[in-house]
């Protein structure tokens, strides 16, 4: 499975983001996936994940009840919409694909993209 990610920019606290995660490859409806970021000086971190048919995701404490994960199975795309965004939520956001939700092995990374989140 290749991942594309895209979406990314300059958006002001507050503000609204989305990010979309393009598949090709393999059918990308049988695998999990999920978006993890990366900020300044930190570690990666995980931020949400859905399972395959799109009806069941969890999130990181930090961006819950701001951020909401879904796929569209069609089009061979998951997306991170983002709202409310903090200056926190500045990183690089990657999108992965995996299996064995909720504890999914992600065995397939997409390049990232940048958010920067202002005041």
Not at 78 to 107: H, I, W
């Amino acid at each position: 499975v290749q991942l594309q990610a895209s979406g990314g920019g300059l958006a002001q606290a507050g503000g609204s983001l989305r990010l979309s995660c393009a598949a090709s490859g393999r059918t990308f409806s049988s695998y999990d996936a999920g978006w993890f970021r990366q900020g300044p000086g930190k570690e990666r971190e995980f931020v949400a994940g859905i399972n395959r048919s799109g009806d069941s995701t969890y999130y990181a404490d930090s961006v819950k009840g701001r951020f909401t994960v879904s796929r569209d199975n069609a089009k061979n795309t998951v997306y991170l919409q983002m709202n409310s965004l903090k200056l926190e939520d500045t990183a690089v956001y990657y999108c992965a694909a995996g299996r064995r939700f909720p504890d999914t092995t992600y065995d397939y990374w997409g390049q990232g993209t940048q958010v920067t989140v202002s005041s």
